[in-house]
């Protein structure tokens, strides 16, 4: 198989070998990208065994001869990938704070929204991204240490279950993967959002605010309030995939991040609330 | 009797050479990172004002300590000092 340059802006993997199943898959999602010289990470999707490629076919994901995750059915190749390039960028960037979080952009300012599995938190970027924000990420903040700002990434975004088809409906014309079912996640897809041209155009930009959603749809009166910014800290310091390696300087740029950005919990069911709440006390309604 | 490390009236309390500091300007509480053992130690208690970091590191009384906090836990210097964040002399 020809290698495949998946260029994710800040870093690039080359995919040495992958079945065709996912072609359509990678040409959705990275078919645009520019690729570089050189490539930061070299991996590949396989067969886990001879047997395994003809009984219960499955896939493994290997990168630089690693091998991160259990094999998965053949037909989740493609989320696995996703996930594996997730496990990439988490596991070997240690000149960024990486926080698992979403990164939305409005008037040139971001927004985090560090969330735990289930907060909405992917449904509400994409929801944001289809509005006129910019998603700079889905799943993880890459902040620069020393001016903290946050890093675009070309990625797509991970959506799952109910939240497909509420994409979907939002935007008929929206660049989703084919769904993969039944992986530990439920039924996944990816959704992209912008081209790589407009990607290209992005910058790094400063964080304004951290927003911890919490979707219930049962609610009858969206309610926010400020955190207290020390338990934000243990927050922040729980989604960071690189805090430890980091140390001392992932201790002074939380630090730092948090106390001059404004901090706040939602719970909401409403997502045009969303827009307005962030509008008003996050990132300002520009000029 | 006062036994060794343990906390009374005239103690004095200060920062460890290998620690350091840091409060919140919302007063929320503080956080203390050593990098002997790459260890961060979360304080969610509301503080009064931001001498804090300059208290400790100056070193001074534990009851002047106690009242940059507000209703503070009667443990709290000992926490610390487990935490092996201050001494206490």
């Known amino acids: 198989v020809k290698p495949f340059f998946i260029n994710m802006g800040l870093f690039q993997a080359r995919l040495n070998d992958y079945p065709s199943s996912i072609s359509p898959a990678l040409n959705q999602i990275y078919g645009d990208c520019q690729p570089k010289e050189m490539s930061d990470f070299t991996v590949s999707l396989a067969p886990g065994s001879i047997v395994r490629k003809y009984l219960r076919p499955q896939i493994v994901f290997e990168s630089n001869t690693q091998i991160p995750f259990k094999p998965l059915p053949f037909s989740q190749a493609y989320a696995l990938l996703e996930w594996g390039l997730n496990w990439c960028l988490a596991t070997h960037d240690f000149n960024h704070l990486l926080l698992h979080s979403a990164v939305l952009v409005k008037n040139n300012k971001a927004v985090l929204f560090p969330a735990l599995p289930g907060s909405g938190k992917s449904t509400l970027s994409c929801w944001l991204a289809i509005n006129g924000w910019k998603l700079y990420s889905d799943e993880m903040a890459v902040i620069n240490t020393d001016s903290l700002t946050a890093e675009p990434l070309y990625r797509p975004a991970c959506i799952k279950n109910r939240s497909i088809e509420l994409v979907r409906g939002w935007q008929p014309d929206a660049t989703i993967t084919k769904v993969c079912s039944d992986t530990a996640k439920g039924d996944v897809a990816h959704a992209k959002f912008q081209t790589w041209t407009e990607y290209s155009c992005l910058q790094p930009v400063e964080i304004a605010g951290i927003v911890f959603p919490k979707y219930d749809g049962d609610l009858t009166e969206e309610q926010y309030y400020t955190i207290a910014k020390s338990q934000v800290f243990e927050e922040l310091c729980q989604h960071a995939f690189n805090y430890h390696v980091l140390g001392y300087q992932a201790f002074d740029t939380v630090w730092r991040l948090i106390d001059k950005v404004k901090v706040f919990e939602v719970h909401y069911s409403n997502l045009d609330f969303m827009d307005e709440f962030l509008l008003d006390e996050v990132v300002g309604h520009g000029e | ?89």
Do not use: W
Request: some cysteine; hydrophobic content about 40%.
């Open chain 2, 1 to 89: 009797l006062k036994l060794p490390g343990a906390v009374t009236s005239t103690s004095k309390v200060r920062l460890k050479p290998s620690v350091d500091c840091r409060f919140f300007s919302d007063l929320s509480g503080c956080v203390f990172y050593n990098v002997l053992n790459n260890q961060t130690y979360f304080v969610h208690i509301q503080c009064r004002e931001s001498s804090l970091k300059a208290f400790l590191e100056g070193g001074g009384a534990a009851t002047e300590f106690e009242k940059l906090f507000i209703e503070p836990p009667e443990t709290l210097i000992e926490e610390l000092m487990n935490k092996g964040i201050v001494a206490v002399t």
